[in-house]
């Protein structure tokens, strides 16, 4: 009887066990099915690839371009070429609201799409949004033509669907490689440069010169001054800009030279400096104008892009780090010096152009070092928020040096006298 009893005992568990696995099996099948769809629901990019696109129109051309305005004023350039390469087609700019402005002022396109970066990197209702929009206009072409590409937006053109969506290889400076192989796949063309480390107008010209416009010879964009007459300053005193700021710290020159450099050229040539920069600035340009001794105004955050460009445009010179603010003065044609670190070594400075008609190239103040071209993930261990070494080690004297070669110049083609 007990061994009936074992043996019932043995056949149930048995039989229970064909009955539960199945069960879990389809409770297992079941939940994964159910993570995996609201998984995708929530995946902007797997519902943007299902959702139909608007009407394609064989004849419009989306231009992605969002990066900084020092970025946009070296493409601005090539940008002219795109009028040439597609005559008759309807051209649109994804434009970096920071700077989209200055692109509403040109007419190498039809219309220009404001995008705010920082929300399109970390809002994904905003995200969303923008790429529905550009899914439902149906582009024929969708241009990528930065060479370091990030990956929000890359995700932009391949949202758009577009038949064509060309970009450059480009390297992983913005991308971890395993993004960029993804990436890369988001594209149907994508166009090498030729030597990856030339100059960014050497690789612009390269990628229109692909394009189809072969002719186009690089040279420096050309940016219109308001000329605001501004209250902020007195338009018939001559003056100095100085821009001491930079994106991140450690590639701003010391606070301290920027002070010399302003109390020696204010003594040798008369000229008091105006400092600029934005709101993040304020605190540094204030340091420097309670080391000089020179007398010295501080708009750092003070001026809109505009006002900006109008003071810049009244300037004699302008002398800053490796920023922005020394690509517009070389589209407004403003003489400049530039204090320039290692970093990327000759890729945004010194400018190398194929025509220079007309224009007026900064010159270059800089200390080579073996370790150039680390983009920027220094070596050496220095204080927090103080300069590396490729930017400490360029002397006062190499910058002075720089500022008089021009100022001596313009103090010739004015007759104006040493110290008046």
């Given at each position: 009887?007990?061994?009936?009893?074992s043996?019932?005992?043995?056949?149930?568990?048995k039989?229970?066990?064909?009955v539960?696995?199945?069960?879990?099996?389809?409770?297992?099948?079941?939940?994964?099915?159910l993570?995996l769809?609201?998984?995708?629901l929530?995946?902007?990019?797997?519902l943007?690839?299902?959702?139909p696109?608007?009407?394609?129109?064989v004849k419009s051309?989306l231009?992605v371009r969002?990066?900084l305005i020092?970025d946009?004023v070296?493409?601005l350039?090539?940008?002219?070429?795109y009028?040439d390469?597609?005559?008759?087609?309807?051209?649109?700019l994804?434009a970096?609201?920071?700077?989209?402005?200055?692109a509403?002022?040109?007419?190498?396109?039809?219309?220009?799409?404001d995008v705010d970066?920082?929300?399109?990197?970390?809002?994904?209702?905003?995200?969303?949004?923008?790429?529905?929009?550009?899914r439902?206009?149906?582009?024929?072409?969708a241009?990528q033509?930065?060479?370091?590409?990030?990956?929000?937006?890359?995700?932009?053109v391949r949202a758009?669907g577009?038949?064509h969506?060309i970009?450059?290889?480009?390297?992983?400076?913005?991308?971890?490689?395993a993004?960029?192989t993804?990436?890369?796949?988001?594209y149907?063309?994508?166009?090498r440069?030729g030597?990856?480390?030339?100059?960014?107008?050497?690789k612009?010209?390269?990628?229109?010169?692909?394009?189809?416009a072969?002719?186009?010879r690089s040279?420096?964009?050309?940016?219109?001054s308001p000329r605001?007459?501004?209250?902020l300053?007195d338009?018939k005193t001559?003056?100095?800009?100085i821009?001491?700021?930079a994106?991140?710290?450690?590639?701003?020159?010391?606070a301290?030279?920027?002070a010399?450099?302003a109390?020696?050229?204010?003594?040798?040539y008369g000229?008091?400096?105006?400092?600029c920069?934005?709101?993040a600035?304020?605190?540094?340009c204030?340091?420097i104008?309670?080391?000089?001794?020179a007398?010295?105004?501080?708009?750092?955050?003070?001026?809109?892009?505009t006002?900006?460009?109008?003071l810049?445009?009244?300037?004699?010179l302008?002398?800053?780090?490796?920023?922005?603010?020394i690509?517009?003065?070389?589209?407004l044609?403003?003489?400049s010096v530039?204090?320039?670190?290692?970093?990327?070594s000759?890729r945004?400075?010194?400018?190398?152009?194929?025509?220079?008609?007309?224009?007026?190239?900064?010159l270059?103040?800089?200390q080579?070092m073996?370790?150039f071209?680390?983009?920027w993930?220094c070596?050496y261990?220095?204080?927090?928020?103080?300069a590396?070494?490729?930017v400490?080690?360029?002397?006062l004297?190499q910058?002075?040096?720089?500022?008089?070669?021009?100022l001596?110049?313009?103090?010739?083609?004015y007759?104006?006298?040493?110290g008046?």
């Amino acid at each position: 009887m007990s061994q009936f009893i074992s043996f019932a005992r043995r056949l149930a568990r048995k039989a229970r066990g064909i009955v539960v696995l199945p069960f879990r099996f389809v409770k297992w099948v079941a939940s994964e099915t159910l993570r995996l769809i609201f998984n995708r629901l929530l995946d902007e990019q797997w519902l943007i690839d299902h959702c139909p696109s608007g009407r394609a129109d064989v004849k419009s051309v989306l231009l992605v371009r969002l990066d900084l305005i020092g970025d946009y004023v070296l493409w601005l350039d090539s940008a002219r070429a795109y009028r040439d390469i597609y005559p008759n087609q309807k051209i649109v700019l994804c434009a970096n609201s920071i700077w989209s402005s200055l692109a509403k002022q040109e007419p190498w396109w039809d219309e220009v799409l404001d995008v705010d970066v920082n929300r399109l990197r970390f809002d994904k209702t905003y995200c969303l949004g923008l790429m529905l929009k550009l899914r439902w206009r149906g582009f024929g072409v969708a241009i990528q033509p930065t060479f370091s590409r990030e990956f929000a937006v890359d995700r932009l053109v391949r949202a758009t669907g577009a038949a064509h969506r060309i970009g450059q290889v480009g390297d992983a400076n913005n991308l971890t490689v395993a993004d960029k192989t993804i990436t890369d796949t988001w594209y149907t063309d994508l166009m090498r440069v030729g030597d990856p480390t030339a100059m960014e107008l050497s690789k612009n010209a390269h990628f229109v010169r692909n394009l189809g416009a072969t002719s186009f010879r690089s040279s420096v964009g050309r940016l219109q001054s308001p000329r605001l007459a501004s209250p902020l300053i007195d338009a018939k005193t001559p003056y100095i800009l100085i821009s001491p700021g930079a994106s991140w710290l450690p590639k701003a020159w010391p606070a301290a030279n920027f002070a010399q450099l302003a109390d020696e050229l204010f003594t040798q040539y008369g000229l008091p400096a105006v400092l600029c920069g934005s709101s993040a600035d304020q605190a540094l340009c204030e340091r420097i104008v309670q080391i000089a001794k020179a007398p010295l105004q501080n708009l750092a955050g003070k001026t809109t892009l505009t006002e900006l460009l109008d003071l810049m445009a009244g300037a004699r010179l302008v002398v800053s780090n490796d920023s922005g603010n020394i690509h517009l003065a070389a589209a407004l044609r403003i003489p400049s010096v530039c204090i320039l670190g290692g970093g990327h070594s000759a890729r945004f400075m010194p400018y190398v152009v194929e025509n220079s008609d007309a224009c007026v190239l900064p010159l270059v103040a800089v200390q080579p070092m073996d370790c150039f071209g680390c983009h920027w993930r220094c070596q050496y261990k220095t204080e927090p928020n103080t300069a590396v070494p490729c930017v400490a080690n360029i002397t006062l004297s190499q910058v002075r040096e720089k500022c008089q070669s021009v100022l001596q110049k313009l103090s010739n083609e004015y007759q104006i006298e040493v110290g008046q």
